[in-house]
């Protein structure tokens, strides 16, 4: 059923960036049954899953009215996210374990706006096209705004790192 | 801080937002939005509105009182009643129930609109139901 097959990604997507489980158990309730509502609506081209996302995201703006104008304030610099050019390893072993566990937290202390953009990067993989479809808005500011968080979390990484030396 | 330094922090980064753990879906998610969409589905709970139940009263004994009148009234009480919406309704003198039947029927025409607003499906429940 729909429901099974979807509910992982639907309920994390509203859970990252609610960050209330409560909250998020709602809006994914709210999602599969507006779904269910449109699904005579729905137009075969676009993926199932991409429409989930935007009803999610949607609901999410409902929710949280700053969400829309963090993301809008954003704006569109020149800078662009280079993410597919980190092709890097990452490191193996405690050290970098702990690391990772430290910037998981971080991720989580992000603003709701940046939570959102890199959940539909990092966790579901979106292409910056769906992401900036998802939200509604244009590619340059999701780019921006990735940018922007993953400069953020590599600032703070490095402000950890020093510290511990 | 030197730009190898930088990649360093910016692939950890990378590997971070990569290894990300997803939050399970609670168990009662599913159960949660089949009683969302069942919700949905189900017909319409009748709804009785106390303001158009009082309407409907009023309007039903009056029309009931207007049939009363028109059939046990006795006759000098009909003359006078006669003369009387004659006299409102300036209608022709030989046929003064024309008036009456005007506004019986505009009241049963209520009567009606009222019973079938009661009779017709609600207002629909809410679309999410909570916990």
Not at chain 1, 35 to 45: D, E, K, M, T, V
Not at chain 1, 131 to 158: C, D, H, N, W, Y
Not at chain 2, 48 to 66: H, Y
Request: glycine content about 4%.
């Amino acid at each position: 059923m729909l429901v099974v097959e979807h509910q992982a990604y639907v309920f994390n997507l509203a859970y990252r960036v609610l960050g209330n489980e409560q909250e998020a158990e709602d809006t994914a309730q709210e999602a599969f049954v507006r779904a269910w509502q449109s699904l005579p609506r729905f137009r075969a081209q676009a993926r199932f899953g991409t429409w989930m996302y935007r009803i999610v995201t949607n609901l999410c703006y409902n929710r949280l009215p700053r969400l829309r104008r963090e993301l809008s304030a954003i704006g569109e610099d020149e800078i662009e996210d280079h993410a597919d050019l980190q092709t890097g390893k990452a490191d193996d072993g405690l050290e970098a374990a702990e690391r990772r566990a430290w910037l998981h937290r971080q991720i989580e202390e992000l603003p709701e706006a940046y939570r959102l953009l890199l959940t539909l990067r990092y966790q579901r993989n979106l292409p910056y096209e769906e992401i900036a479809s998802v939200t509604s808005l244009p590619m340059g500011t999701v780019k921006t705004g990735l940018f922007r968080a993953k400069e953020r979390l590599r600032s703070a990484l490095e402000t950890y790192e020093e510290a511990r030396l | 801080m030197n730009p190898s330094e930088a990649d360093r922090w910016m692939t950890a980064v990378e590997d971070a937002l990569r290894t990300m753990p997803e939050a399970p879906a609670p168990a009662a998610l599913r159960s949660r939005v089949m009683r969302g969409v069942r919700a949905l589905s189900a017909p319409p709970k009748f709804v009785f509105p106390w303001l158009e139940a009082a309407i409907s009263l009023m309007l039903s004994t009056l029309l009931t009182g207007v049939g009363a009148l028109l059939v046990g009234l006795p006759p000098t009480e009909l003359v006078r009643l006669q003369q009387t919406l004659r006299y409102f309704f300036l209608v022709p003198a030989n046929r003064p129930f024309l008036a009456a039947s005007v506004i019986g029927l505009g009241m049963l025409v209520a009567c009606l609109f009222f019973a079938v607003r009661i009779l017709l499906p609600g207002r629909r429940a809410p679309a999410v139901v909570r916990r």
